[in-house]
């Protein structure tokens, strides 16, 4: 896995504070990589779990007590000279007042903005999932206009919403997405297409979704940087098809026997997190789940959870 390389793992925390900021540190002269800008953390000493290295490493590096974290997303990235898996974990609470303890650069950054600083590579999978929320919504395919619309005010604030109606024209289909829209917007919700990828922009949903056959089908992205570029993921193969398509996220499942797909066998969770090992892309968990499996979720390397009937019922 590593190619011969050395293979570092890494605990990083990636600090929210009450306005939503995000603490990077900026790594000092002398350092690998100095002047670049990276989360807070440190190399895991053996014996160590992820979470004991983040407590440890962030009351020396930054004087501060954590109370609150949980996973993130875990990345493999290959540096000339050294292999680095970086355990990404959210800390939504913690003591004290971050200091720089070993005189580092310290910034708060919105997570919109930290595609703009000089961040380590290995760091940008890490920064998807700072600004990907933690529930997909799909819409169930035959769900009635008026129920659809009535059901928009009591989906989690920030959901991505797929607009997934297979039976309706393209025609129908675009007419609906852009009446969606502004309700989307007015209730935080992120409106994500599955036809026609020009209809994104056209329409200025915020993505697009691609089924595995789809992306098979794909040489390049389909749409710009700035809108959310998601696909169905269920291999090895799909999920490396899905990456060099620049993919933002990926959805894999069933985890669980799930009445849309009843003649698929479920992955369970052990399944799903073999998958998404060090996939480096944020991965949704679709198939019998909803709000409740978020935390288990969160334990077996997901993003968050994909539902349609726990988020419509």
Known sequence: MGGGRPVIHVAAGCLVNRSGEVLICQRPPGKIAAGKWEFPGGKIESGETVEQALHRELREELGISVRALRPLIRVRHAYRDRTVVLNAWRIDAFDGVPVAHEGQALAWVAPGELGGWDLLAADVPI???????????????????????????????????????????????????????????????????DRDPEMVLQIGAAGWHASSAVLARLRDRPVPAQVWMGGSCHTHAEFKCSRELGCDFAVLGPVCATDSHPDQAPLGWEGFSGLVL????????????????????????????????????
């Open 127 to 193: 920064v998807r999932a700072l600004n990907l929320p933690v529930h997909y919504v799909f819409t169930p395919p035959d769900i009635p206009e008026a129920v659809l619309r009535e059901g928009l005010s009591k989906l989690p604030s920030g959901a991505l919403l797929r607009l997934r109606l297979p039976g309706l024209s393209l025609a129908d289909y675009a007419r609906l997405a852009l009446d969606l829209l502004p309700i989307c917007k007015e209730r935080a919700l992120q409106l994500i297409l």
């Open 278 to 313: 060090e996939q480096n892309l944020p991965v949704y968990a679709i198939g019998g789940l909803g709000p409740d499996g978020l935390g288990e979720a969160w334990i077996r390397g997901a993003q968050g959870v994909a539902g349609i009937a726990a988020y419509w019922s």
